[in-house]
């Protein structure tokens, strides 16, 4: 409480006193705060009236009434940022939430680690790339993947600006204008997937696959049954404070961060003592946190305390990232914490990031049945504990990519060199990312309300 009561104040600019990890240190300071002042004259990225309505559909799901598909790329990518590419990205995770609200019989809320997903914490300040130690990468908004494009660039927090407000636009438009092709990155998918030795083994999804495009097809294509459209909202990790503070803006009584809908604070960053925490408790954006094993029951409660300090429902979104082993010996007690303290949250399960190993040259990777097989735990944990389980987070593309083991096509390590894009962690490609939204849609049903 003492802590608490000391905070009741809250400034935009007030976490400047505290602690920053995983900051960068521009050499040109002067460019650094220029770049500042120009983002916080430009439009706000979203509108704080669709932020709000957000926290209103976090709230369903976190009654069981919702179920949430949170998923995107470790790290966007600048040269990413074409039609095929977000088309491709938009696609997967529609089709996966037709595959899952068609299990769960629940409407399912889309958000994407999209429009802004350009900010990364690293565990190591520095790395060795042909012998020459280098910064470490840390998204196209503040260096280069390029070994000799390191040094933090202030302009690229522009970049990342105006590569978001064009990711954006184009799904705007795409959604307002309608999905004539909804079968075009399928049916690519389809031909290659044709050529493998495994077509045999893969037929029975894909005709699941074909049910659930005719599903959505025959509901009038995507749209949500209440709006009348699609809705989509748009979400990345708020690591950066410098660029969150110049597009958090306030609006009647509250602040809004306008950089996207849903900003999440990472394990690495959700000590309460430092800046995240402190920025992050004074913005009404729905709020999610990572949590990794090392979680501590008692420290949560107090974090979700300072974050959501009215208890207002779909503010805030614990995401458990415990890996596949932890989960029956550690989600229990949070869960237990959390209710006895009275607290409403929604409860999501990311199993990708306590599932990440790395492979003898240096690759990391992830293992279909490592990320199933937490998800199960994870289910079968809130069944068992008589409370919901809200929703989903993949790292995940629509692309055919080679970066996680296993699935239906069975991936083997020797294999994913050949599409390992990713300049961060692994992503489960299309066919992977299908296929398990038909395997988690087995847990949705168990599930099911009433
Ligand atoms: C991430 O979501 O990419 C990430 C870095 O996660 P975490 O903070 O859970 O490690
Ligand atoms: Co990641």
Redesign the pocket.
């Known amino acids: 409480m003492g802590n608490r009561s000391s905070r009741t104040t809250w400034s935009p600019d007030g976490w400047q006193r505290l602690e920053a990890r995983h900051q960068p240190d521009y050499p040109d300071q002067t460019a650094y705060q220029a770049v500042l002042e120009q983002l916080a004259t430009l439009p706000p990225i979203v509108f704080p009236g669709e932020i709000v309505q957000l926290r209103g559909r976090i709230a369903e799901a976190a009654a069981g009434r919702q179920f949430i598909l949170h998923g995107g790329d470790?790290v966007e990518r600048f040269i990413d940022c074409t039609p095929q590419t977000i088309t491709n990205k938009l696609k997967i995770l529609l089709q996966m939430s037709v595959i899952l609200s068609h299990a769960a019989r629940r409407p399912v809320l889309r958000i994407g680690r999209i429009a802004g997903q350009y900010f990364?914490?690293r565990s190591a300040a520095f790395e060795t790339i042909a012998g020459r130690t280098v910064p470490t990468y840390r998204g196209d908004t503040i260096n280069g993947y390029a070994a000799d494009q390191r040094e933090p660039d202030p302009e690229r927090l522009l970049k990342g600006y105006f590569h978001a407000t064009a990711t954006l636009n184009y799904i705007r438009s795409m959604i307002d204008g309608g999905f004539a092709d909804l079968h075009q990155p399928y049916s690519w998918n389809l031909h290659s997937i044709e050529q493998t030795h495994r077509w045999g083994e893969y037929r029975a999804i894909v005709d699941h696959i074909l049910d659930a495009i005719h599903f959505m097809e025959s509901f009038g294509g995507l749209r949500n049954e209440n709006l009348g459209r699609i809705d989509f909202y748009t979400s990345h990790?708020g690591l950066h404070l410098g660029y969150e503070r110049a597009l958090t803006r306030p609006e009647g009584e509250r602040w809004y961060d306008t950089s996207a809908h849903l900003l999440w604070i990472?394990?690495?960053t959700r000590d309460r003592a430092q800046a995240h925490v402190e920025f992050f408790r004074g913005v009404s954006n729905p709020i999610g946190v990572?949590l990794?094993a090392t979680a501590e029951p008692r420290d949560i409660v107090a974090l979700a305390r300072e974050l959501d300090p009215d208890g207002e429902a779909g503010r805030l979104m614990l995401i458990t990232?415990l890996g596949e082993e932890q989960v029956r010996g550690r989600l229990p007690d949070l869960i237990e914490a959390v209710a006895s303290a009275g607290l409403d949250v929604a409860w999501m399960c990311?199993p990708m990031?306590g599932n990440t190993t790395t492979l003898a040259g240096g690759r990391k990777t992830r293992d279909f049945d490592s990320v199933l097989g937490e998800l199960d735990a994870t289910f079968e944990v809130h069944r068992a504990a008589g409370t919901h389980l809200a929703g989903v987070h993949f790292?995940l593309t629509g692309d055919d990519v080679t970066e996680c083991t296993g699935g239906a096509l069975e991936l083997a390590e020797r294999d994913l060199e050949a599409r390992y894009e990713s300049y961060c962690?692994p992503r489960l490609n299309y066919a992977q990312s299908l296929e398990m939204a038909f395997l988690i849609s087995r847990f949705l049903r168990e599930q099911r309300p009433g």
Request: hydrophobic share 0%; net charge negative; with cysteine.
């Open positions: 470790c990364k914490p990790e990472g394990e690495r990572k990794s990232r990311d990031h790292e962690d």
